[in-house]
Every structure is written in structure tokens, then in C-alpha cells.
């Protein structure tokens, strides 16, 4: 079957780095997403990764190993808006979007 | 303002009531999309349409149907709610079917008692 990992919750200071891992298994692969939702509001696209590299926008940078099945989020100079759900979602052969259940990430001042 | 709106926002409704749940873009988006989100569990997809006039189903599609009459409108409909329909539903909207980014509505939270 097709699955995603992500760790349910992490914490977090405000002002260091934190790395949030996604891996895959999915019948092929179109694309990896990443959306930040904050408590009780909307997903929201925050980076979109389909060959491997990092792909680097502002404070948040998102990295992909396809041959791993792997990707990361990385957050830096972390701010207490930062205090949100990180969902991975990966696109199949399919072109469906495979969802994780998310990763809590708490900022702590 | 461009973007998803869902109507309503909450709703508690007595099982075997029957419930539609809006939604509207305004985008010129051709593909939409339903989920519902539980917690612990990834969003999963209940209805999809890729263009105006077609629909399909996602994973859990049972207890839910859906039409999709002009662009604009995407309305999802429970014919008989039970509690296991309790969750959040979210409308989703892309540009095109495929490898997209997806806009949200603000969601619709449904509570089948």
C-alpha cells in the first residue's frame, strides 16, 4: 500500500533550526509537497519538490532524495508563528496526492 | 478576494438528516476536490472533479455524493449523516488536474450526533 511517515509532534525554541523528515512509499512518484496549517485554519502550499536537491525560500527550505523515498522540511530563525501542522503529500502515478497525518511543531519561546 | 469559500463554517446535525456542504471558487480553477480531516489521520479524498460536468471518487467515497454543474461550484452532499461523517471537511481547488498546488477553503466543521 501506499504510506507517508512524518513524527506526529517535535518541539522546538524559538530563534534555532528544526528539521521536520517525511518518507514515502507510494506507486511512483510526480511531486512531494509541503503545507503549513495552522490549528483550526486551512493548509497552505509552502514548497513543492519533484527532483532532488534543496529548494530554498526564505526561512524554510525543502530537500528530496527520490531514490530514498525521503524529504525534509527545514525551518531556521524559528518564530512563534511558526507554531503549526506540517503536512507532507506526495503525488503518485497516478497524479493523487498521498497525504501524511502531519507533524505538530510547537515553538517554545 | 479570490479564493475558496465553504459554507457553513459548523454545523451539529441529528443522524439520517440530510446535509450539503458548499462550495464556491472563484479562481476559474478547473479541478476541485473534497476531503475530510480526522484527527491523527492524513486528509483523505472523498469526491474529486477534474473539470466542470465530470466527477470521481477518492478514497472514501462511501455515504457522499457530489456534482459539479458549472466551474465555480462544487457542493458535497451527505444523504443520510452518520456519526462516523463527523469531521472536518475542507473544498480544495487547483489549476488543473495533476502535479498542483492546492487552495483550501477555510473549511467546514460537521458534527453528526
Known amino acids: 500500500g501506499q504510506n507517508i511517515d512524518q513524527p506526529t509532534e517535535m518541539t522546538a525554541t524559538e530563534g534555532a533550526i528544526v528539521q521536520i523528515n517525511c518518507t514515502y512509499q507510494?506507486?511512483?512518484?510526480?511531486?512531494l509537497f509541503w503545507y503549513q496549517q495552522h490549528a483550526g485554519e486551512a493548509p497552505t502550499f509552502l514548497s513543492y519538490n519533484v527532483l532532488d536537491g534543496l529548494e530554498e525560500k526564505g526561512r524554510f527550505s525543502s530537500f528530496l532524495s527520490r531514490s530514498k523515498g525521503y524529504s525534509y522540511l527545514l525551518l531556521k530563525e524559528l518564530q512563534m508563528k511558526d507554531s503549526a501542522s506540517y503536512l507532507c503529500a506526495v503525488t503518485d502515478s497516478n497524479y493523487q496526492l498521498i497525504w501524511g497525518a502531519g507533524t505538530k511543531l510547537i515553538i517554545k519561546p | 478576494i479570490a479564493g475558496i469559500t465553504q459554507a457553513p463554517t459548523s454545523q451539529i446535525l441529528a443522524a439520517g438528516r440530510r446535509m450539503t456542504l458548499r462550495c464556491t471558487q472563484d479562481?476559474?480553477?478547473?479541478?476541485m476536490y473534497w476531503y475530510r480531516q480526522d484527527l491523527g489521520l492524513g486528509l483523505r479524498l472523498i469526491h474529486y472533479?477534474?473539470?466542470?460536468?465530470?466527477?470521481g471518487k477518492g478514497e472514501v467515497p462511501d455515504g457522499y455524493s457530489v456534482s459539479r454543474a458549472n466551474t465555480d461550484d462544487f457542493p458535497l452532499t451527505l444523504a443520510s449523516a452518520v456519526p462516523s461523517q463527523t469531521s472536518v471537511y475542507f473544498c480544495a481547488s487547483s489549476l488543473s488536474a495533476g502535479a498542483n498546488v492546492l487552495t483550501f477553503g477555510a473549511g467546514s466543521r460537521l458534527t453528526v450526533l
Open positions: 472533479s477534474n473539470t466542470a460536468g465530470t466527477t
Open positions: 479562481m476559474r480553477h478547473n479541478a
Open positions: 507510494t506507486s511512483g512518484f510526480n511531486g
